[in-house]
């Protein structure tokens, strides 16, 4: 039996993904601040990241005092189609650990969890498949967490298990 998923997609563009992507983040954030903070946020990261994927220079967002707080408002190129998905899934998971980092106590534990329900399943899965791990941006919150209060992760040598130890 195919997944009904992987039928559906081949259709999706890059263009699509992102724009679902940033439009999903805006709106969790905005549900947590304001919609022009969670969207100046999304405008200052792809600024910065831009020096790191320079493909994300085919994408912009309109000036917040004018701006509809709609998908429309973010303008991508057809030049964004031509990058190689892993290329953008990389900047994806990037664009979502900084964001994630940057509304810090705002974003809430559930942050990744929301975000998913908002970005829905189709391009949940189009995430998954150019190499989008969310489950990992979680882990790295929850292990900084017990770091915090005093615990550390050690591994074992030579097996693939982890132990959590406080720290002395």
Same mark, same amino acid.
């Given at each position: ?93 990037? /664009? #979502?650990? %900084?964001? $994630?980092?940057?509304? +810090? ?6 942050? @990744?969890? =929301? ?20 489950? /990992? #941006?979680? %882990?790295? $919150?929850?292990?900084? +967490? ?6 550390? @992760?050690? =591994? ?13």
């Amino acid at each position: 039996m195919v997944n009904s998923n992987e039928t559906e997609d081949t259709d999706i563009t890059n263009s699509e993904v992102i724009k679902h992507t940033l439009i999903s983040l805006i709106i969790v954030a905005s549900s947590k601040t304001s919609n022009d903070y969670a969207w100046i946020v999304i405008k200052k990261l792809l600024r910065e990241l831009k020096t790191h994927y320079s493909f994300l220079n085919f994408i912009e967002i309109g000036e917040i005092s004018v701006i509809k707080y709609s998908i429309e408002d973010i303008y991508i190129s057809s030049d964004f189609d031509k990058i190689k998905p892993k290329q953008v899934g990389t900047a994806i998971q990037d /664009l #979502i650990d %900084l964001f $994630k980092k940057y509304l +810090g106590t705002k974003a809430g534990y559930f942050f @990744i969890e =929301e975000f998913k329900n908002v970005l829905g399943e189709k391009y949940y899965y189009m995430l998954k498949k150019i190499g989008v791990d969310l489950r /990992l #941006i979680e %882990l790295q $919150k929850e292990l900084y +967490g017990l770091e915090i209060k005093g615990y550390k @992760i050690k =591994e074992s040598s030579g097996s693939n298990i982890a132990f959590v130890e406080k720290i002395k």
